[in-house]
């Protein structure tokens, strides 16, 4: 397989099931070993620079039991900063503009577990920052 | 006990509830402590009682208190098991040993029940509790009513299916259910991961 995306683009993957679509994507993230030469935002993908990386491109998974794995709202929001290694405060801000972009300010304390399905789309305040 | 109810019911106010999270939770820690190492039946059983009614009445809604006494009912058989031979083997008869043995556990359910899971984190995190303890503990709570939401949705597929066989067969596709919900589990365990390194986790918690 071989193709490339430009800045800008909309770009979308389909297929049947099984056909490798999820496997293409994990790999994109670096989460799955490959063969053959990956390349985003110009740089190599090789292990080395993942970090950064991760800072850059957002992948929201299918199932929202996964993609929401802490127990309250807030704290799975802040969960992508801190780790990226982002300041308290700063990630008290990051969370608070995340929630408002996707409407759902105030959210912060509620259980992961009691979203409806409607209120899923916090997986999008996942990636806003 | 529904965790609806652990997470709405444990803020409402109550007399144990208006008091601060860090000073609740030192105070139970201190009573624990002084309980489990008192000497004299009285004295034990005069504290444990004044502990478990004051916490008892800080559970404010009566459907509560019904979940709390099931979950503590619950207890008592585990608790049993494992105090009821020791006793025997040291030739301790009557029941003194179990509730001596089990009252702390009790204490510990009751706590659990007035503290709201989120209040509790809170404090483990001001006692400076490794942040990995403290995120362990919010996976085991974010995934215990999956797990059991997962069961109760195989046991109604089975159900639905209209199954009759005989009580050992019975036996037997609940075990494979069991079975099933297990190889689930592992399969969502390896989906999170994949889920928290995208999101930037190297191991660390933060």
Do not use: C
């Not at chain 1, 700063?90 to 979203?115: D, I, P, S, W």
């Not at chain 2, 001596?100 to 989120?118: C, E, H, K, T, W």
Request: hydrophobic letters at 45%.
């Amino acid at each position: 397989m071989s193709f490339g995306v430009r800045k800008g683009e909309a770009f979308a993957v389909v297929g049947p099931n099984g056909s490798g679509k999820t496997t293409l994507l994990l790999s994109l993230m670096g989460l799955l070993k490959f063969r053959g030469e990956i390349r985003i935002f110009s740089q190599q993908l090789n292990g080395k620079g993942l970090r950064e990386l991760r800072k850059k491109i957002g992948f929201v998974f299918q199932d929202p039991d996964t993609r929401l794995f802490v127990p309250t709202v807030g704290e799975d929001v802040a969960f992508g900063p801190r780790q990226l290694g982002y300041s308290g405060e700063e990630t008290k801000k990051m969370v608070k503009e995340a929630l408002m972009a996707v409407g759902m300010e105030g959210y912060e304390r509620r259980f992961t577990h009691r979203l409806s399905y409607r209120e899923n789309k916090i997986a999008l305040a996942l990636l806003l920052f | 006990m529904s965790h609806h109810r652990t997470s709405d019911l444990a803020d409402r106010p109550s007399f144990i509830g208006r008091i601060d999270p860090r000073l609740r939770f030192f105070s139970f820690l201190s009573a624990l402590v002084l309980i489990s190492a008192a000497r004299g039946r009285f004295l034990i059983g005069a504290a444990l009682s004044l502990t478990g009614v004051v916490l008892f009445s800080s559970v404010v809604s009566v459907r509560f208190r019904r979940s709390v006494l099931r979950a503590l009912l619950a207890l008592l058989p585990f608790g049993a098991f494992v105090i009821i031979p020791m006793s025997l083997s040291r030739g301790t008869g009557g029941l003194w040993p179990l509730m001596r043995g089990q009252s702390p556990l009790v204490l510990i359910v009751l706590f659990a029940a007035i503290m709201g899971f989120d209040k509790l984190r809170g404090v483990l995190r001001f006692l400076r509790i490794p942040p990995i303890f403290i995120s362990l503990l919010g996976f085991v709570y974010r995934y215990f009513f999956l797990f059991r939401e997962e069961l109760e949705k195989l046991d109604m597929a089975l159900r639905n299916r209209s199954f009759s066989g005989s009580r050992l067969e019975g036996w037997r596709l609940r075990a494979l259910l069991i079975g099933q919900v297990l190889l689930r589990s592992y399969r969502r365990s390896e989906e999170v991961y994949r889920a928290m390194v995208a999101r930037g986790y190297d191991g660390k918690a933060r």
